[in-house]
């Protein structure tokens, strides 16, 4: 395994320089962005933004194997994890409304802190303590999602007073650069717990500089904004009215719960199935994200003008790929004839996959919900998400590890059989609704570059 892990990583690592290198290319016959305002502005979002990114992605690859290593079993790390989603379904609801009211500056300087509490609690063996730690970071995650990119629209918009065109431009830029971070961390996480053998917490210690800066450079660079107050009530319930009265939403939602719910399994599983083989869990995760980056890559390339797929088919392709990959894994994992190149595989496969789907998802939901109800549908769809993945954690609480890991495997088949199902009943309502289908090249005109 550690053989196949470096290989692979080089592999995917060089198919992602050519393909984001080709991309680069093409941008070259575009104007660049020069406007020296709106690039120091870009630079003070990033610059707290990315220190944010890198302390959460370095606590990925090893936070299975650190409760292994404090001789958990595998049922009690899956009720750590449980508690970690239920954490995050509760804080989620209430994260933009908590954003709104505390501030969006507050509230960054507020994930720096928790999440910090959250990687100091990695060095107690005590399994309360690692339990509170989870749920500090549900309460971080939910944090990082919801506070960092709402204080970067209002100051766009409201204080700067910039074009509402130039908001994508900052959001793709960091979308690439957060895939770069999060390889660039599996191979820091792996350096400071393999190489040079300071175990698994290592990665946590070292997340813990960049949350301090994080939170210090908000402070000294970002201005405080608020939200317009809104009770969560009547969100939730213009989002259950929207989700209940749109046939399209509610498909969309049973595709994400069942999707992502298999993701958040797959994001427990893959350390106890690969771990056994003693491979570099850093350089493995890395790979994991290289792979999501060539899907993210693929998906650009898929939708430009000269393949002109949609959204929809990638996203009925990047199920079926999932599908395919946990009916590999099922004969993979089989106890007694474990095949760990497989697994590998087949947990790249569903890496590409995920890089496929987001950006499909995530175009299909901004056409398909009003932006007014966004918020309060996207609690909605988070419930049954979280709740299918904590059932997920206590099916295998309750079964035996070997055949436990595969029966899961078969478990998460059907649910992406039933994903399949609901993509094509999606497909069958949006068929000829042209709103969803990405502008023809002759109707698509050039988004104006950020420039005076």
Not at 18 to 35: I, V
Not at 72 to 89: D, H, R
Not at 263 to 278: A, E, K, M, S
Request: aromatic residues 14%.
């Amino acid at each position: 395994m550690l053989f196949t892990a470096y290989v692979a990583f080089a592999v995917l690592l060089a198919i992602c320089m050519g393909l984001e290198f080709s991309a680069c290319r093409a941008k070259l016959t575009g104007s660049a962005c020069t406007n020296p305002a709106f690039l120091r502005f870009q630079l003070d979002y990033y610059q707290v933004y990315f220190l944010a990114l890198a302390a959460d992605w370095l606590q990925g690859p090893y936070l299975y194997k650190l409760y292994q290593h404090y001789h958990f079993l595998e049922g009690q790390i899956a009720i750590i994890y449980v508690c970690g989603f239920a954490s995050s379904v509760l804080f989620g609801l209430v994260s933009t409304s908590l954003v709104d009211w505390l501030g969006r500056k507050k509230s960054c300087i507020l994930f720096s802190l928790t999440y910090s509490i959250c990687c100091l609690t990695k060095l107690s063996w005590d399994y309360f303590v690692l339990v509170v730690g989870r749920i500090l970071g549900g309460l971080s995650t939910a944090l990082l999602f919801s506070a960092f990119e709402a204080w970067y629209v209002h100051e766009h918009v409201e204080r700067h007073d910039f074009p509402t065109e130039w908001i994508p431009a900052t959001f793709s830029r960091a979308a690439f650069w957060n895939n770069v971070i999060a390889i660039g961390a599996g191979v820091t996480a792996n350096f400071f717990a393999e190489w040079l053998g300071l175990g698994p917490v290592a990665p946590f210690m070292v997340s813990i500089p960049f949350l301090m800066l994080t939170g210090f450079f908000a402070m000294k660079n970002w201005d405080e904004n608020y939200g317009k107050k809104r009770a969560l009530s009547k969100t939730c319930v213009d989002g259950l009215k929207c989700l209940l009265s749109d046939r399209r939403v509610l498909l969309l939602g049973t595709i994400q719960a069942l999707f992502e719910s298999v993701i958040y399994i797959f994001i427990f599983l893959w350390t106890p199935v690969l771990d056994p083989h003693n491979p570099p869990l850093g350089i493995v995760f890395s790979s994991f994200m290289a792979a999501s980056m060539v899907g993210s890559s693929l998906y650009r390339i898929a939708t430009s003008k000269r393949y002109h797929l949609q959204p929809m088919h990638i996203l009925s392709l990047s199920v079926l790929m999932v599908f395919f990959s946990l009916f590999m894994l099922t004969f993979s994992t089989n106890p007694g004839q474990e095949n760990p190149s497989e697994s590998f595989l087949a947990f790249l496969l569903i890496e590409l996959s995920c890089g496929l789907y987001f950006p499909a998802m995530g175009f299909l939901r901004r056409k398909v919900i009003p932006e007014k109800d966004q918020v309060g549908v996207m609690n909605w769809f988070r419930i049954p998400l979280n709740l299918l993945a904590c059932l997920g954690m206590l099916i295998l609480h309750d079964s035996d590890y070997k055949t436990g890991t595969r029966n899961m495997f078969t478990i998460c088949s059907v649910m992406m059989v039933m994903a399949l199902l609901a993509v094509v009943s999606l497909f069958t309502v949006v068929r000829n609704n042209a709103e969803l289908r990405v502008p023809s090249p002759q109707g698509q005109n050039e988004l104006s570059s950020p420039e005076l």
